[in-house]
DNA sequence: GTGAAAGCGCTAACAC
DNA sequence: GTGTTAGCGCTTTCAC
């Protein structure tokens, strides 16, 4: 623990703790004297002010806390990363939670922060079913700002991508490309994000007058080996000839279960994923991708927070969408 | 902010502050009835301690601060993960600081943890030069484990890999698959664990008859563009015909590279790289890796940050190593 | 088994 | 421009 407090600096300067304070935070009344005294003092010292302390006082934490479904993600380190350094700038701290798509996990993280260790929430939410009113709870209480899995039903700011756009131009493309027989992978079905990206790829389907085919589409199942034997059963039975993944998750199996069965992307089964990966160029054949910015997301939801900080905007709803980016590659164009 | 406190929660069991804060901490002096009582009426109440009071007065936090050069980075981002999983294991919280590599601002997120906001510390450290002065002011106010990036010449719990004997390997199977002039890619080379890395490399040559070619070793230089020309520059200027690279970063330029010069992995050029990229195996070609056991290191470090909390042995040295698992890929085999 | 009182270190209201 | 005082909400002696 730090050992010097300011009682101890006061009593080194012959000031009060009071005066120490205020000079510390550059309050108006002191002296620029007496300030440039204290700091020096301080400086010397080592003095770090005790943040229990402050933050008791002042009902402030200068932390916020950002709840994501899984760190270990190429989308959410990214996003992570961008709210880190706008944290960073502006001397927050910056707390992490990973609920592993389990909203009992998400639930209990909640419940634990709106005891006001934190001063706001940024959340992308687990796909499992929400406790809409434990949130909107939470929201009464300090500021939450939802990104990339967000849901209509709660009020909230968000920041999202243009999903259903994406998802429509995305087989748009596969359409272009030959393709007469589209499955989709799905995700985060409970969420509005999931559900956006499904009526981008029916509503492809229906405007180039293919049918409704329910079978086509399939429905992650949560660990690494059975979202592989689902992919590849899919693709051996329903042999589509092409897919529209909606997480990154769901893409990389087709590429092993294209190559268990023999099967050639994009010759056989054209790709295209929502994806983060760094290096989707470099993978055999490259992979059509729909980029999210999602370094871009991190800063725009901290950004916003922030703003809300400033604002005491609290209870507001409000949308704001970022581009993603169809990068065509390998995996989704037609032979020559 | 929380509304409710421990006051008004007495209030409305007719007790005392006192034991309402002992009957939540499971006390024994509290018998079970008050105690199911007073936890009843606190989950009624959505009573949420104030954790700055409780931080306040028994000097602990209950939370502990990761610091690692960058979140956005598959090793990292794994390794978070496990520290994470640990920490909420144990009701613990955990803050995120990445430091771009800059030791200045590693050097100010140490300083201002110092104050007490965190039990504990894990870092991994910046790969510029360290200021092993203020570290150890640090690690004598709270624990302080250190993983993957680590220097010898800095006093504390070390986790980290077998990188000297991965290194080694790795240029010997370079060599047996016919390689003749093999090049090394250098970052962290102010910390150990960039030494080990490059003795591992240069003892292997050595060991093979192999001379020191100094030009055979380059550095990174920070951004992507910069590491890119870089690697490019060397490629088509040394020829070499086998590259082991020492972080991932510095080995996908090569694949980019040898596309633009026309040369092809791993005929003109075997490569190996420690690597955590998830699917180095749909790479084109597929990437032999030197994969490091990154969750486990996250898991590791955490879990023995928690042994010395509870045995309260704050200063002692001792170094845990993990092994490296070297995956061989097409990226690194002789041709038939 | 429970209560009263003090105090963790800081800051804001109120003096002067 | 600076000092005094009170109190943020909790836990922990010390009483009984």
């Given at each position: 623990m730090g050992e010097i407090n300011i009682k101890m600096l006061a009593l080194e300067l012959n000031l009060s703790a009071a005066t120490v304070s205020r000079a510390l935070r550059d309050s108006y009344e002191i002296s620029s004297e007496t300030k440039a005294r204290v700091i020096e003092m301080a400086k010397k010292l080592n003095y770090e002010p005790n943040p229990f302390a402050s933050s008791?006082?002042?009902?402030?934490?200068?932390?916020?806390?950002?709840?994501?479904?899984?760190?270990?993600?190429?989308?959410?380190?990214?996003?992570?990363?961008?709210?880190?350094?706008?944290?960073?700038?502006?001397?927050?701290?910056?707390?992490?939670?990973?609920?592993?798509?389990?909203?009992?996990?998400?639930?209990?993280?909640?419940?634990?922060?709106?005891?006001?260790?934190?001063?706001?929430?940024?959340?992308?939410?687990?796909?499992?079913?929400?406790?809409?009113?434990?949130?909107?709870?939470?929201?009464?209480?300090?500021?939450?700002?939802?990104?990339?899995?967000?849901?209509?039903?709660?009020?909230?700011?968000?920041?999202?991508?243009?999903?259903?756009t994406s998802a429509y131009n995305a087989v748009q493309h596969l359409i272009e490309n030959g393709c007469k027989k589209i499955g989709y992978l799905m995700a985060l079905n409970s969420l509005s994000t999931g559900e956006k990206r499904l009526q981008g790829y029916l509503d492809?389907?229906?405007?180039?007058?293919?049918?409704?085919?329910?079978?086509?589409?399939?429905?992650?199942?949560?660990?690494?080996?059975?979202?592989?034997?689902?992919?590849?059963?899919?693709?051996?039975?329903?042999?589509?000839?092409?897919?529209?993944?909606?997480?990154?998750?769901?893409?990389?199996?087709?590429?092993?279960?294209?190559?268990?069965?023999?099967?050639?992307?994009p010759d056989d089964l054209k790709l295209i994923s929502f994806s983060n990966l760094a290096h989707a160029e470099l993978l055999n054949p490259s992979l059509t991708t729909i980029n999210q910015p999602a370094f871009e997301i991190g800063v725009e939801a901290a950004g916003i927070l922030f703003k809300i900080f400033n604002n005491r905007r609290y209870a507001f709803n409000e949308t704001i969408t970022l581009k993603s980016n169809l990068i065509k590659r390998e995996s989704s164009m037609r032979a020559e």
């Amino acid at each position: 623990m730090g050992e010097i407090n300011i009682k101890m600096l006061a009593l080194e300067l012959n000031l009060s703790a009071a005066t120490v304070s205020r000079a510390l935070r550059d309050s108006y009344e002191i002296s620029s004297e007496t300030k440039a005294r204290v700091i020096e003092m301080a400086k010397k010292l080592n003095y770090e002010p005790n943040p229990f302390a402050s933050s008791l006082r002042q009902q402030k934490s200068k932390t916020i806390a950002v709840i994501v479904p899984a760190i270990a993600n190429n989308f959410f380190s990214l996003a992570i990363n961008g709210i880190e350094e706008v944290a960073r700038a502006r001397d927050y701290h910056v707390l992490i939670y990973q609920t592993h798509e389990n909203s009992e996990i998400e639930r209990s993280f909640l419940m634990r922060l709106s005891s006001g260790r934190v001063d706001g929430i940024l959340i992308s939410l687990a796909s499992e079913e929400v406790d809409k009113r434990q949130l909107k709870e939470v929201s009464e209480k300090l500021p939450v700002v939802f990104f990339d899995r967000v849901h209509d039903d709660i009020e909230g700011v968000k920041i999202t991508t243009d999903d259903y756009t994406s998802a429509y131009n995305a087989v748009q493309h596969l359409i272009e490309n030959g393709c007469k027989k589209i499955g989709y992978l799905m995700a985060l079905n409970s969420l509005s994000t999931g559900e956006k990206r499904l009526q981008g790829y029916l509503d492809a389907l229906k405007n180039n007058g293919f049918p409704y085919q329910p079978d086509l589409i399939i429905t992650n199942s949560g660990t690494v080996e059975q979202n592989y034997s689902l992919v590849r059963n899919f693709i051996a039975e329903q042999k589509p000839d092409g897919i529209l993944s909606s997480i990154e998750d769901l893409a990389m199996p087709c590429y092993y279960a294209c190559k268990d069965l023999k099967l050639t992307i994009p010759d056989d089964l054209k790709l295209i994923s929502f994806s983060n990966l760094a290096h989707a160029e470099l993978l055999n054949p490259s992979l059509t991708t729909i980029n999210q910015p999602a370094f871009e997301i991190g800063v725009e939801a901290a950004g916003i927070l922030f703003k809300i900080f400033n604002n005491r905007r609290y209870a507001f709803n409000e949308t704001i969408t970022l581009k993603s980016n169809l990068i065509k590659r390998e995996s989704s164009m037609r032979a020559e």
